[in-house]
């Protein structure tokens, strides 16, 4: 599906009934990351994906170039779609624009799961290994860009064992745009650190991490939920950073036990 929301094409999903459920995926892939969440959750929950700008089926806007931005796309989704308040789940970027949308739209939270993200912003390192990345993919492309996180994304297990997971993202990171990959580079590398956000946080929220998380370890995950109150932290075994995708069943089961726990 796609809408033109404040002149600009947005490309989402959404399917069945009853509380909304909205998904907000990692860098640099798509909603189609969340396809097995959708298929397990739509019977039972009004179930939202969203393509950030430049990102599957979305335009790029190229001045929005803050997570802050990313969260005011998704809210004016909401708005379009009519949506007052919706269960949040963000995977790493995803999650870093769910700490904007809690920062600046709290009201509009339910619960939220924050997947295999971190709260910190960048160390100066970690700038600079951004604008390597944004050179990188300036002059040779979104293929190097999947060459290069591939390995980061997933599990070594996911590898060895699952070619047509490591196709799936391949071809995800292949339909982002370039000048989609620069732009969310240059919003990481400036979003704020959320670390004084987590212990604000007073809906119910749910921590997951795979327990082969390169990208975002495991101490990351432990960070945030030592520090929102009442939160629950689950470690998916045999899953690296994209826990979701390489292991749904389980992700899955972690999202359905949190959602029945707070009567969602
Ligand atoms: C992601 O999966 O969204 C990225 O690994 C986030 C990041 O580069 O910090």
């Excluded at 397990?40 to 979305?58: C, F, M, N, P, Q």
């Excluded at 390192?125 to 994304?153: C, H, T, V």
């Amino acid at each position: 599906m796609k809408a033109v929301i404040h002149g600009v094409t947005v490309g989402y999903t959404d399917q069945g009934n009853g509380t909304p459920l909205v998904f907000i995926h990692a860098f640099p892939l798509s909603k189609t990351m969340w396809q097995p969440q959708v298929d397990a959750l739509k019977d039972s929950y009004r179930v939202i994906t969203i393509d950030l700008g430049g990102h599957g089926e979305s335009d790029i806007v190229l001045w929005n170039d803050s997570l802050d931005g990313y969260a005011k796309n998704v809210i004016h989704l909401l708005d379009h779609l009519g949506i007052a308040q919706a269960i949040f789940v963000g995977l790493s970027m995803g999650g870093y624009t769910l700490f904007s949308i809690y920062r600046h739209y709290a009201n509009r939270v339910k619960a939220m799961v924050l997947a295999d993200t971190k709260a910190q912003a960048d160390s100066e390192e970690g700038k600079a290994g951004r604008q390597s990345m944004a050179e990188m993919a300036f002059k040779d492309g979104a293929s190097a860009i999947a060459d290069m996180m591939l390995p980061k994304l997933l599990a070594p297990s996911t590898i060895e064992h699952h070619p047509e997971i490591v196709e799936q993202v391949r071809q995800m990171i292949l339909h982002t745009s370039t000048a989609g990959i620069v732009v969310d580079l240059v919003a990481m590398a400036a979003r704020p650190d959320s670390t004084d956000l987590l212990p604000t946080i007073t809906c119910p929220t749910l921590v997951i991490v795979g327990e082969d998380d390169q990208a975002t370890p495991v101490t990351e995950s432990q960070y945030i939920a030592q520090r929102i109150p009442g939160s629950t932290l689950v470690t998916i075994p045999q899953a690296g950073h994209l826990s979701n995708v390489e292991q749904p069943a389980a992700f899955n089961k972690a999202l359905n036990s949190f959602l029945k726990k707070c009567r969602l």
